[in-house]
T-cell receptor, first 112, second 113 residues
Framework: GDSVTQMEGPVTLSEEAFLTINCTYT??????LFWYVQYPGEGLQLLLK?????DKGSNKGFEATYRKETTSFHLEKGSVQVSDSAVYFC???????????FGTGTRLLVSP | EAGVAQSPRYKIIEKRQSVAFWCNPI?????LYWYQQILGQGPKLLIQ????????DSQLPKDRFSAERLKGVDSTLKIQPAKLEDSAVYLC???????????FGQGTRLTVV
């Protein structure tokens, strides 16, 4: 079945450092790909998405490009802030937002 | 705009007891999802409703879990009897329809002792 693999955390960075969180996927079809973020004490929020190969999703300075050839959707940000500290989940769906399949999440800790 | 409301936020029960969780989706949202998030894992879909009908419950352990969405609005998820491995955060999400963004509630953290 479909699955998502994320790099294990925590990822610990200093403010203004470059961030990469790796995500690879396995799917039978052509899924949509998502990054969700969970800030402390809050619910999951959609951060960005891409629906087809070579699409780039972006939001709040974060970017991820749908790479079909490497089945990857790595999350990047050029300069992280303390407020970016959260758990990030990579996810896929074969149909819209139905039956999202999530990775295990990567905790990001940003220190001043 | 009010978000997805869930209650209770926390629940501790003994194994073999029963428990129920409640979800009030965003007004007007036809699609409602329940996910289970075990510690250290990503959320896993348990059941999806479209209005008051079940679209997908293939991963719901039907021998002990049940869910309903009366009148196509609020939903309840029940576990009876609970097992230790049911300890998890239960997330409710809703969307206008199955092709639009799903918004998540804060979840109910269940501990079975």
């Amino acid at each position: 079945g479909d699955s998502v693999t994320q790099m294990e955390g925590p990822v610990t960075l200093s403010e203004e450092a470059f961030l990469t969180i790796n995500c690879t996927y396995t799917a039978t079809g052509y899924p949509s790909l998502f990054w969700y973020v969970q800030y402390p004490g809050e619910g999951l929020q959609l951060l960005l998405k891409a629906t087809k190969a070579d699409d780039k999703g972006s939001n709040k300075g974060f970017e991820a490009t749908y790479r079909k050839e490497t089945t990857s959707f790595h999350l990047e940000k050029g300069s992280v802030q303390v407020s970016d500290s959260a758990v990030y989940f990579c996810a896929l769906s074969e149909g819209g937002f139905q039956k999202l399949v999530f990775g295990t999440g990567t905790r990001l800790l940003v220190s001043p | 705009e009010a978000g997805v409301a869930q209650s209770p936020r926390y629940k501790i029960i003994e194994k073999r007891q029963s428990v129920a969780f409640w979800c009030n989706p965003i007004s007007g949202h036809a699609t409602l999802y329940w996910y289970q998030q075990i510690l250290g894992q990503g959320p896993k879909l348990l059941i999806q409703f479209q209005n008051n009908g079940v679209v997908d419950d293939s991963q719901l352990p039907k021998d002990r879990f049940s869910a309903e969405r009366l009148k196509g609005v609020d939903s309840t998820l029940k576990i009876q009897p609970a097992k230790l491995e049911d300890s998890a955060v239960y997330l409710c999400a809703s969307s206008l329809d199955e092709s639009t963004e799903a918004f998540f509630g804060q979840g109910t953290r269940l501990t079975v002792v």
